[in-house]
């Protein structure tokens, strides 16, 4: 891939945003090169907490840091960061601190090793009430959900995968909390992609068009937590065939969520393309999307199933 990955842009925002919120401050579990925040610690050194490979003391420092009026930006790893400290995440959403945990490497991570892919972090996450979950589609999505993080208050998990995602939206896009995001208009089948779900969806909108004569809608749900009932039910309301895509198990995650709201309000065929019931390999991230059934070929296989 040829984008800026999405934890450059991270590093880049607290760099040029540090001054705007002079509140915030950065915590980091010694992986601060990966995440990006060293970028932060270099201009910023006295707000700059690197607390080791320490996860649960650096989240819990993070609630001291928001009882005292800060806004701790926590960073690591989706899988050690959310699955390492749950216990206090679970305490800082107990009592809607102000806490922002920013991961990167969500997802499957390529060649850093079977251990480091984050497939089980979104069910973590949205398991717990006050927290807004979110995970962006391109870099421009980023930074807007940077923003509304950081001036809204109370709990936000946002996850970023270690690699960049193809651009989706234009320079106009405005993001909107809870909201599906409509990128094509369609009638007969509807993709809704999460992350790099998105870009897929796109992509296989755009050669099932051309090839079987098909109407297809894309939904980037950016948000998995809160989500906007009402509005998402109107979006899909006329269509009947929905395929849900997201790197992640899918026994828990952004599909299941979505499937019972749909399923209690009005039944629909829906298949869900992600993980099944596996850990992830080591590898390299094509090899790997391809091995898990993530890629272009397995989301068209499933919809002319479908059609």
């Known amino acids: 891939?040829?984008?800026?990955?999405l934890r450059d842009t991270f590093g880049n925002f607290l760099v040029e945003h540090g001054k705007t919120y002079k509140d915030m401050v950065v915590l980091d579990a010694d992986l601060s090169y990966s995440t990006r925040t060293y970028k932060f610690a270099e201009k910023f050194p006295k707000r700059f907490f690197d607390f080791g490979i320490a996860e649960q003391n650096m989240v819990g420092a993070a609630i001291g840091f928001a009882i005292s009026g800060k806004i701790p930006i926590v960073s690591g790893f989706s899988i050690f960061t959310t699955g390492r400290a749950w216990e206090f995440i679970r305490l800082i959403c107990?009592?809607?601190?102000?806490?922002?945990?920013?991961?990167t490497h969500g997802g499957l991570v390529g060649e850093d090793g079977s251990t480091h892919n984050a497939l089980e972090d979104l069910t973590l996450m949205s398991t717990l009430p006050n927290i807004s979950i979110l995970v962006p589609s391109d870099n421009l999505e980023l930074e807007k959900m940077l923003h509304y993080a950081l001036t809204s208050n109370?709990?936000?998990?946002?996850?970023?995968?270690?690699?960049?995602?193809?651009?989706?939206?234009?320079?106009?896009?405005?993001?909107?909390?809870?909201?599906?995001?409509?990128?094509?208009?369609?009638?007969d089948i509807c993709l809704i992609g999460i992350g790099y779900g998105s870009s897929l969806a796109l992509q296989a909108a755009k050669e099932l068009e051309q090839k079987y004569e098909i109407s297809v809608k894309v939904i980037n749900q950016a948000t998995l937590k809160p989500i906007n009932v009402k509005e998402f039910l109107s979006c899909i309301d006329k269509i009947n065939k929905i395929v849900i895509i997201e790197e992640h198990n899918i026994y828990c995650?952004?599909?299941?969520?979505?499937?019972?709201?749909?399923?209690?309000?009005?039944?629909?065929?829906?298949?869900?393309?992600?993980?099944h019931n596996?850990?992830?390999?080591?590898?390299?991230?094509?090899?790997?999307?391809?091995n898990y059934h993530l890629d272009l070929k397995s989301l068209i296989d499933i919809i002319k199933d479908m059609i």
């Open 1 to 5: 891939m040829n984008e800026i990955y």
């Open 94 to 103: 107990h009592d809607k601190l102000n806490v922002k945990i920013i991961t």
């Open 154 to 187: 109370g709990p936000f998990y946002v996850r970023l995968p270690r690699e960049g995602f193809p651009k989706v939206h234009n320079k106009d896009y405005k993001f909107s909390i809870g909201n599906p995001d409509v990128l094509k208009n369609g009638d």
């Open 253 to 275: 995650g952004m599909g299941n969520i979505l499937t019972r709201i749909i399923s209690e309000n009005s039944p629909k065929l829906i298949k869900i393309l992600g993980v």
């Open 278 to 290: 596996s850990f992830g390999e080591s590898g390299s991230r094509v090899s790997l999307l391809s």
